[in-house]
């Protein structure tokens, strides 16, 4: 019997002694809590140089930025009336101070109207002022009247390196004003569009692009613009490490004929050529370039006397003048060819290097414009 009364004391006390564990955390935490305080901050001191220039680039560069929604028209299937619906949303950069507005021409595209909204939050509706699908870029209109926007300072691109780094203003996903970083990864990149074929001469880079960017800013480390983000290579839709900009060496030479005649007109040689085509004529001649098949009449390149393949009612084919050569750099591609006359201005004279029934000569031809040509 008192075995038992001593197995019960041992019982009760090892109870007890649990409860006295479990418990004083309890204990302390109601005597100490009552009296708890805020911790004590730890300085932070000075932040790096390299945030602090960031932090300046944002802070310059993000009120020339501006937010885009565009809204189409659905028709119900009830009611005989057109219902306007939020279509899409993208980015843009203000490019002067008369309001102009810079983004891509698919953030806009079978849009029935757009909204520009500022950094500042004033919110205007947009006019189309121009497009240029095959560059993907496009000119909007805002009535900012008497209080005037400042735009980005231009840079260049030609002179662009591979590693230089890169910072990227947009509206991804509709959260506005978020600032990526990154570096040049790959520049003259050629990317499939739906609305033009290939977009050609793009930056690449790793800052982060996704929906929603799509027409703002690539700015460099001077933070002048460079660029207008345009799409990324994602199997998923989302960012993966690859988008694309088109340089703003050709935003600064495609945006002001948008703006003065609503769109932009390529400078032509009139002739019509297709590499596919082309391909086994020039493998059995041993030669490359660019293979004239057909001359456009009036067009610049009948004028200078181009020479175009002929098929003869045997079957025959005796083919015409190959390019070789655009004021001495050699071309062997329609894409290049087409390239190349985008640095020219309509009316611009360029000296052919051709090859002409085995012979290599020299020709001048004056640039004309869209309606002189295929090419």
Do not use: C
């Not at 613009?225 to 960012?239: E, K, M, Q, V």
């Not at 020219?344 to 085995?358: A, F, P, Q, T």
């Amino acid at each position: 019997m008192n075995g038992f009364k001593l197995s019960r004391a041992l019982f009760w006390a090892a109870i007890a002694f649990l409860l006295v564990l479990t418990g004083r955390p309890l204990l302390e935490h109601w005597l100490l809590g009552r009296n708890a305080e805020p911790r004590v901050v730890t300085a932070r001191g000075d932040l790096a140089a390299d945030e602090l220039a960031t932090i300046a680039i944002f802070d310059a560069a993000s009120s020339a930025v501006v937010f885009i929604t565009t809204e189409e028209a659905i028709r119900s299937p009830w009611r005989r009336n057109l219902t306007e619906v939020r279509r899409g949303t993208g980015s843009g950069v203000i490019w002067d101070d008369r309001g102009h507005v810079v983004t891509n021409y698919h953030v806009i595209a079978e849009a029935r109207a757009a909204r520009v909204r500022l950094a500042d939050r004033r919110s205007y509706s947009a006019v189309l002022v121009g497009v240029s699908p095959e560059h993907d870029l496009a000119v909007l209109r805002i009535g900012v009247g008497p209080k005037r926007v400042m735009p980005l300072p231009i840079g260049t691109s030609h002179d662009l390196r591979v590693g230089q780094k890169v910072f990227a203003i947009g509206n991804p996903f509709g959260f506005d004003y978020s600032l990526t970083t990154g570096v040049v990864s790959a520049l003259d990149r050629t990317i499939p569009t739906d609305e033009a074929g290939e977009i050609r001469r793009l930056i690449q880079t790793d800052a982060a692009i996704n929906p929603g960017n799509s027409g703002g800013p690539l700015i460099d480390s001077a933070g002048r613009l460079i660029g207008i983000n345009t799409a990324i290579f994602s199997p998923s839709g989302s960012f993966s490490g690859i988008g694309f900009a088109v340089p703003v060496d050709t935003i600064n030479r495609i945006v002001p004929a948008l703006i003065a005649r609503g769109r932009y007109v390529r400078p032509r040689i009139g002739i019509y050529g297709d590499d596919a085509v082309a391909g086994p004529i020039l493998s059995q001649l041993g030669v490359e370039g660019v293979l004239v098949l057909r001359v456009v009449p009036d067009s610049a390149a009948a004028r200078a006397g181009l020479v175009e393949t002929v098929v003869t009612s045997t079957g025959e084919i005796l083919a015409g003048d190959v390019i070789q050569q655009v004021d001495g750099q050699p071309v062997d591609s329609m894409g290049e060819l087409l390239d190349l006359l985008e640095g020219y201005e309509i009316g611009d004279e360029v000296i052919l290097g051709i090859l002409r029934s085995g012979r290599s000569e020299t020709i001048g031809v004056v640039l004309g414009g869209a309606f002189e040509g295929l090419d």
